[in-house]
């Protein structure tokens, strides 16, 4: 059985991501990793939601899924994009009980187990 969402789920839900970098509702969590990556490719961690504001459904790799954490209930998206030469694997959710917030859970150099 295929869990897939449809293009028109997916597009609904980069709707939604646009509608919250565009009011300024959005997060990043600053793991290593990340910070990392951020550095190798001369980004900021504001400028993820660039690309971010960018993903087309074709990006999408997986998702929506239960967060890992119980402590919330919101699920979490995964896309795969190219940036700066990387593939960038990209983990985000909107949290609705903070007002629909985007949080980039994860903005990294994709690895083939992911």
């Given at each position: 059985?295929d869990?897939?969402?449809?293009?028109?789920?997916?597009?609904?839900?980069?709707?939604?991501?646009r509608?919250?970098?565009?009011?300024g509702?959005?997060g990043?969590a600053?793991r290593?990793?990340?910070?990392?990556?951020?550095?190798k490719?001369?980004?900021?961690?504001?400028?993820?939601f660039?690309?971010?504001?960018?993903?087309?459904?074709?990006?999408?790799?997986?998702?929506?899924?239960?967060?890992?954490?119980?402590?919330?209930?919101?699920?979490?998206?995964?896309?795969?994009?190219?940036?700066?030469?990387?593939?960038?694997?990209?983990?985000i959710?909107?949290?609705e009980?903070?007002?629909s917030?985007?949080?980039?859970?994860?903005?990294?150099?994709?690895?083939?187990?992911?």
């Open positions: 059985m869990n897939r969402p449809s293009c028109l789920e997916i597009n609904d839900f980069l709707l939604q991501v509608q919250a970098i565009d009011s509702n959005c990043f600053s290593m990793k990340c910070m990392q990556f951020l550095a490719i001369g980004y900021m961690p504001e400028d993820i660039d690309d971010i504001y960018n993903l087309q459904d074709t990006d999408y790799f997986s998702g929506p899924e239960m967060d890992h954490n119980p402590s919330y209930k919101d699920c979490v998206w995964v896309f795969k994009k190219n940036i700066c030469g990387y593939k960038t694997y990209i983990k959710k909107l949290i009980e903070e007002n917030k985007l949080w980039c859970f994860a903005f990294h150099e994709d690895r083939p187990n992911y």
